[in-house]
């Protein structure tokens, strides 16, 4: 972060300066008290499990120079003297506002990314691109909601040339609040799938609450929306600039064709409405992996990157943990780890990427339950099981772990066991840890998935 004068910070967030040097420089912004370093400003948030005004005292011992607070009540008194406080009504929303306003004073392009699936794949992948010429930052790890959108922006500095920053929700109106404190110049929306849909009911209404980033983007920007999501296309009338089309199924503003599984990766042609095409290498696998990149392409060309610098970029791309991630084992066992979400969709596109892949190994399916499917739930893993049937006979076994993949596991007719526990599955598993078996682990994050691949790994 560039540093910030105390005074402007007060400014910024709308508040009072009660105490503290205006001209003192804040280096960093955070609310989480491990993260200070010399020079931060603390914000003490109030509406979790605890309330930050408890820790302002281990906030300066850990190197605050300042707070912003609400509280006047729990300022402690023996607070260093020189120590700086900005007085807020709500210290999230003055957190939310600082950020906001620290966002302009950069003039580089800002692109946002939301959507049920791949968003965070996508985020990656642009990312990866952009940066392939020049500093890019984007958002660490999964910090996209109200707090970490507000955090992520806080983090820019003046070396980067573009911020690619992913904006999650779980409700209708999120979007539009973290839209607004990003202010777009290109955005993208991935897909509109189950994703939260017991919050919202239909996926129409997911759709619009995902369209709540349209409006926010610059009137002279790009909104970039999956073609083969077709909910997409009844709300695409809410951004009036331009809008492009990606898909992998048929002919859009750019797309691709030619998808061919090869050798640590997938190989396809891109092309584009204007006539352009050119074939490329993605060290991923899987029609949704290239479908998924496509954005990267249309963004990288945007910014006036040209087709060699894009092309090799794609063949360096490198995912976040636990996305379609291989891990070989010790015991020469190949684990597919890409339990960190699932929605139907996702977990039907993993399972059929992962049926073209290591024909010479027996292939073991291990799926967890997905989460937040609303009333529907049990319907939605059973239509998982019944669509994986013209694909079951390239599986040794499929295994299901958890309440609501009972449903998959009674809908698939193929060879298969459930079990109520990850222990469970476990015993059952450890015999085809070895050489001649490839596994891919699949669930919700709340199912903890990825602790199976442990426990093998590290089981006598």
Do not use: C
């Not at 009338?237 to 990766?265: C, F, N, R, T």
């Not at 949704?288 to 040209?306: Q, T």
């Amino acid at each position: 972060m560039k540093p910030i004068a105390l005074d402007q910070a007060a400014i910024n967030a709308e508040g009072i300066l009660l105490t503290g040097s205006p001209g003192l420089a804040l280096s960093s912004v955070h609310f989480d008290t491990r993260e200070l370093t010399a020079g931060s400003l603390f914000v003490a948030l109030t509406g979790g499990a605890r309330d930050g005004h408890d820790f302002l005292l281990q906030a300066a011992e850990q190197g605050a120079v300042a707070a912003l607070v609400s509280n006047q009540e729990k300022i402690p008194a023996n607070l260093p003297s020189d120590f700086g406080l900005i007085l807020v009504n709500d210290t999230l929303r003055g957190f939310q506002k600082l950020a906001a306003a620290y966002r302009k004073s950069f003039s580089f392009p800002r692109i946002a990314i939301t959507g049920s699936i791949g968003k965070t794949t996508v985020k990656d992948i642009v990312a990866h691109v952009l940066a392939s010429r020049s500093p890019v930052y984007k958002t660490y790890k999964n910090f996209n909601n109200h707090i970490g959108v507000p955090l992520s922006l806080l983090q820019m500095e003046e070396k980067h040339q573009a911020a690619v920053l992913e904006l999650g929700m779980n409700h209708a109106g999120e979007i539009d609040l973290l839209a607004s404190l990003v202010q777009p110049d290109i955005s993208v929306i991935t897909f509109i799938g189950e994703s939260h849909i017991e919050h919202f009911g239909t996926r129409e209404k997911i759709a619009l609450a995902k369209a709540e980033l349209l409006p926010h983007t610059a009137l002279d920007g790009l909104v970039l929306l999956n073609k083969d999501s077709e909910y997409l296309r009844l709300v695409a009338h809410l951004y009036p600039g331009e809008v492009m089309y990606y898909s992998v199924h048929e002919k859009a503003d750019i797309w691709a064709e030619q998808i061919e599984s090869v050798e640590g990766g997938t190989r396809f042609k891109v092309n584009f409405a204007s006539g352009e095409h050119f074939e490329a290498f993605l060290p991923l696998h899987g029609r949704h992996s290239v479908l998924n990149a496509l954005p990267a392409v249309a963004i990288a060309k945007r910014l006036g990157m040209d087709t060699k610098q894009i092309v090799h970029a794609l063949s360096t791309v490198q995912l976040s943990a636990m996305r379609f991630e291989q891990i070989t084992s010790k015991h020469g066992t190949v684990y597919i780890s890409d339990a960190y979400n699932a929605s139907p969709v996702s977990m039907e596109a993993a399972v059929r990427t992962f049926a073209d892949l290591y024909p010479d190994r027996g292939r073991v399916v291990v799926l967890g339950d997905m989460y937040e499917l609303g009333p529907d739930s049990a319907a939605m893993h059973a239509g998982v099981g019944a669509s994986l049937q013209d694909i079951a006979e390239r599986f040794e076994l499929l295994v299901t772990v958890g309440e609501n993949t009972r449903h998959l596991h009674d809908a698939y007719a193929g060879n298969k066991l459930h079990f109520a526990t990850k222990a469970e599955a476990l015993r059952a598993l450890l015999p085809l840890r070895d050489d001649k078996h490839a596994f891919l682990f699949k669930a919700s994050k709340g199912m903890s998935l990825w602790t199976l691949i442990t426990d093998l790994e590290g089981h006598e």
